[in-house]
């Protein structure tokens, strides 16, 4: 009776309670709005006036609105068509889901709880609940979303199972509420110095599957370091950084108030009541092409919009805590910014109409990439210029390729790269967790091929010549 006890409380603690997710804020009235491939200049009209969910890679573009202000644009884009009709009904389909899941893993778990009190010859109590939280975390991890906490600590384990591949840094700097920022540096590399990879999830809240794609092949490298020779050949010469939550604050509020929230919590000005920054718009480079306090068509000024850019480059606590960890540690040949959704592999720039000058680099690798993408999965992804996309200024994957990081990165441009993930229907950022595992095989491919080619094939400063765009944006 004790071991049984012992083993229904072990259950309750590894498979998250369903009250760990909360929401206050309503969507009722809320629509979401998909216009077919507009041209450029109506698609920056349309995101002056909504929150853009999605925009595709032939230009279609998903928008949140509600149904009033539908209605006073309708006889203007007739050609545009609701997608989904109730985003409050959508969001609690989604929540419905996620329950049905934690009841599913908390049956599957009581069946197994049940099957190990009945063997014969268990052994001790502490030997059951050592295989039984094996088991639990093992099989189940990948079968849903977690919070802040739990993916913090799930990286803390990584480390203490894994201790000659994986360190595990607390903090590599706060945020304004207060959380830590941490990272994982994963590595088999003998030498110190050598060529290094960096990935980051969660810089816009709302962007769940990021974070867990990003556990998926930290888990894949590990779980495959010795047995597969192509993820030991990556580990033995290179060294894998990642910063698993970029937007602490701006996730956790996605658990306990606001499921679509994107930006960072900060409130920048008094004269506004409303809260939040784009960390993905606060980068340097291209911060603003026009320093006349007027908006860039990539970036807004105003606070109110979910794709606020900040009173000033790099104004943002986490803007800054990556960038310096960025220069920390040096080299760094390659560098992915993971996102969703879209299904897209982006490449600079994003905030001005010209290739860059290591576009032929860039844009091979970029195919790779949905090649081996869609080898893994069939999942078709696509390959393009950031701006071919829309124009976003102040983003970080075109501050990772800068001049400006290259100058504290041993003279290397690191190859930045903006990836979104599944998918480009209507789940849109509410992806089931049931599409984990497959989302993240995709990811995984595709970091085994980038790590390949930007080991291989770093681009110097010297070799790659400074653009006039380039200095124009840091006028």
């Known amino acids: 009776m004790k071991l049984l006890c012992a083993l229904a409380v072990l259950v309750v603690l590894v498979i998250p309670s369903l009250g760990d997710y909360a929401r206050t804020v309503s969507y009722k009235g809320d629509i979401v709005l998909r216009c077919p491939d507009r041209t450029k200049s109506t698609v920056n009209v349309l995101r002056k006036h909504a929150d853009v969910f999605h925009v595709g890679a032939d230009h279609s573009i998903d928008l949140r609105l509600s149904q009033k202000s539908f209605e006073s644009i309708e006889r203007y884009f007739p050609e545009c068509k609701v997608v989904i009709e109730d985003l409050e009904e959508h969001v609690r389909t989604s929540e419905e889901r996620m329950v049905s899941s934690k009841e599913k893993l908390r049956a599957w778990a009581q069946q197994v709880m049940e099957e190990m009190v009945s063997e014969q010859g268990v052994g001790n109590h502490e030997e059951a609940l050592s295989r039984l939280e094996t088991k639990l975390l093992k099989d189940t991890w990948f079968e849903d979303y977690h919070d802040y906490s739990a993916i913090v600590q799930w990286y803390k384990e990584k480390a203490a199972e894994y201790p000659n591949l994986v360190t595990f840094v607390p903090s590599i700097g706060t945020t304004n509420e207060g959380r830590d920022m941490p990272a994982v540096h994963i590595t088999a590399a003998s030498k110190k110095g050598g060529a290094k990879i960096y990935l980051q999830s969660l810089i816009h809240a709302r962007e769940w599957i990021t974070g867990a794609v990003l556990m998926y092949s930290v888990d894949h490298l590990l779980t495959n370091y010795g047995k597969d020779p192509e993820v030991t050949k990556i580990l033995d010469t290179a060294e894998i950084i990642a910063v698993p939550i970029v937007n602490p604050d701006g996730y956790a509020y996605t658990w306990t108030n606001d499921r679509l929230w994107r930006k960072n919590r900060v409130r920048t000005t008094s004269e506004s009541d409303c809260v939040g920054v784009d960390i993905n718009r606060n980068f340097p480079?291209?911060?603003?092409?026009?320093?006349?306090?007027?908006?860039?068509?990539?970036?807004?000024?105003?606070?109110?919009?979910?794709?606020?850019?900040?009173?000033?480059?790099?104004?943002?606590?986490?803007?800054?805590?990556?960038?310096?960890?960025?220069?920390?540690?040096?080299?760094?040949?390659?560098?992915?910014?993971?996102?969703?959704?879209?299904?897209?592999?982006?490449?600079?720039?994003?905030?001005?109409?010209?290739?860059?000058?290591?576009?032929?680099?860039?844009?091979?690798?970029?195919?790779?990439?949905?090649?081996?993408?869609?080898?893994?999965?069939?999942?078709?992804?696509?390959?393009?210029?950031?701006?071919?996309?829309?124009?976003?200024?102040?983003?970080?994957?075109?501050?990772?390729?800068?001049?400006?990081?290259?100058?504290?990165?041993k003279g290397i441009r690191a190859m930045g790269y903006t990836i979104e993930l599944r998918d480009d229907g209507i789940n849109g950022f509410l992806l089931p967790a049931s599409e984990i595992i497959a989302t993240g095989q995709e990811f995984t491919a595709a970091l085994k091929t980038f790590a390949k080619y930007t080991t291989s094939n770093p681009i110097y400063l010297s070799s790659s010549s400074s653009s006039s765009h380039q200095r124009a944006g840091h006028q």
């Open 285 to 409: 480079e291209g911060w603003s092409t026009d320093l006349s306090g007027e908006d860039v068509v990539g970036a807004s000024s105003d606070p109110c919009k979910e794709d606020y850019r900040g009173l000033a480059p790099a104004s943002e606590k986490e803007v800054n805590n990556i960038m310096a960890y960025f220069k920390l540690h040096t080299p760094i040949v390659g560098a992915i910014d993971i996102h969703s959704y879209g299904q897209l592999v982006l490449r600079p720039y994003g905030y001005i109409n010209d290739p860059s000058t290591d576009e032929s680099k860039l844009s091979a690798l970029g195919e790779k990439l949905v090649e081996a993408m869609k080898k893994s999965t069939g999942q078709k992804y696509t390959s393009q210029l950031g701006y071919d996309l829309y124009q976003a200024n102040g983003i970080a994957s075109d501050w990772f390729y800068s001049e400006d990081a290259a100058k504290e990165n």
